[in-house]
């Protein structure tokens, strides 16, 4: 089998998606809850198969806006799931990206993502931003 890559977009809302290296597509993109996704990538299949996991890491941002109260406990929220993301890669040894968020990157429409990708499933903005992150990795 191919080497199979994980993007994750941390939040309440987890996206996810499971690239193949080898076929150059997506096996599964979607989004659940952070419970669901590590229960996911816990089984014994996905430790098997998934080579890397690369997650948005919020801690790397270097850019803000102008926020709220409640914006900051959901941006400390989602820094907190991702030293999640990191704890678990070392617990299971599998190698992974902490990607710095860029304006830019993300955020692509459902239209642009299926044009782009060929991706003809639903799909969240939490599940492309995860697609964008191991979409075309060889």
Known sequence: MSKIIAGID???KTGIALWDCGKQEFIRIETMTIISAIELLSRPWSRNHIKEINFEDARLRTWFGK???EKLQGAGSI???CSIW???CEYYKIHFEAVKPTVGQT???AGYFKK???WTGRTSQHARD?????FGIK
């Open 10 to 12: 941390p939040g309440v």
């Open 67 to 69: 926020s709220g109260r």
């Open 79 to 81: 820094k907190r799931d």
């Open 86 to 88: 990191q704890e678990f």
């Open 107 to 109: 955020k692509w429409s």
């Open 116 to 118: 782009i990708t060929g």
């Open 130 to 134: 995860a697609a964008v992150l191991v």
